[in-house]
C-alpha cells in the first residue's frame, strides 16, 4: 500500500477497449456481464466496469481491477479469459486489451501514451519492462 495515497500499487488492471460488431452488441454486453459475475469469484478480483460510451454506441470498454499481478495473470490463464477472447473475436470488429499497475484508470483513458503492440494488446508503459515483456510472450503463445 502506497501510504500516502492509500492506493494498492500492486494491483493489476486489466482494460479492454473493444468496438461490437453490428448487430451483435446486445449478445457482446450479455456475453460481458456473464463473464463479470463468474469472474467475481477468482482469486484477488476487486472491480470491474462495462461502460458503454455516449457517441458511438457500439464502442465498450471492460475495466477489469486484479489485487496483485499474480492473480491478473492465473486470470489471464483462466477458462473465463479463453472465452472472453473468444467472444472478442466472434462479436467485435477490434479490441484491444491494456494492462497497467495501480488505481489510476481516469488517467488512463484520458492521456495518450506510447505503448507496445503485438496482436491487439497493449502493454502500458506503466508497467515495468518485465512485466511488458511477460504480456507479450503471453499473448505469442495464446494468439
Known sequence: MNKDFGENTNMMT????MEARPAKRRELLQTLHELTDDMRRE????????RIHVEDQQALTLVEEWE??????????????????????????????????????RKQHHQKESSCTTNA?????????????????????TV
Open 121 to 141: 494488446l497493449v502493454c502500458s508503459r506503466r508497467i515495468s519492462f518485465t512485466e511488458q515483456r511477460r504480456c507479450l510472450e503471453y499473448m505469442r503463445e
Open 14 to 17: 486489466i482494460t479492454i477497449t
Open 43 to 50: 482469486r484477488g478480483f476487486l472491480d470491474s466496469r462495462i
Open 68 to 105: 496483485t499481478q499474480d492473480d491478473a495473470h492465473a486470470y489471464m490463464q483462466s477458462r473465463y479469459f479463453r472465452v472472453l477472447k473468444g467472444a472478442l473475436k466472434v462479436l467485435t470488429s477490434s479490441a484491444t486489451i491494456e494492462l497497467s499497475h495501480g488505481r489510476n484508470i
